[in-house]
């Protein structure tokens, strides 16, 4: 399996709420960087889940964009800022299940998710098996990881990409 972390891309400092909070240009370019950079060196994932807040959704939908596979984004209510790595797990064995089921032929599932701080450096402490205080994710950096069964400390990190070398 591979999993595919994106934090979302720079947003608007204020807005009516949190949740509503949009990428501003540059964030806009950076999710299209990103989205180009997967396009080019083929990191297509069977399926983008976005957390339902509006800079992350905007980011899934422009990386999806620049793949041209604007179905693959799915909102997901787990992914709201706030995760817990337990629930995060719990639903990704669900989502990675859905995939291998849905086809068959795939030699190795991916899914990209696309979420908050310090919800991705806490998931990916435990995936890894270190401190979640190891990790932390700027906004636009993508990371890879690939897992042989999905459970705490079973992960790889494959790369990192600050959005910068884009």
Do not use: Y
């Amino acid at each position: 399996m591979q999993l595919f972390l994106l934090r979302h891309a720079e947003a608007e400092p204020k807005a009516a709420t949190d949740e509503t909070r949009a990428l501003t240009a540059k964030g806009s370019k950076q999710a299209q960087g990103i989205g180009k950079f997967c396009r080019d060196r083929g990191i297509v994932p069977g399926l983008i889940l976005s957390s339902p807040l509006k800079r992350a959704e905007e980011t899934a939908r422009l990386v999806a964009g620049e793949l041209e596979l604007p179905k693959l984004v799915q909102i997901s209510e787990f992914l709201r800022a706030g995760m817990t790595a337990e629930r995060a797990l719990s639903n990704l064995r669900e989502s990675f299940t859905e995939i291998l089921k849905r086809d068959k032929q795939l030699e190795m599932a991916s899914i990209m998710l696309v979420g908050h701080e310090p919800d991705f450096s806490n998931l990916t402490g435990i995936l890894i098996g270190a401190r979640p205080t190891s990790v932390h994710f700027r906004k636009a950096t993508l990371m890879g990881l690939s897992l042989q069964e999905l459970r705490p400390g079973a992960a790889t990190i494959e790369f990192i990409l600050p959005v910068k070398w884009v």
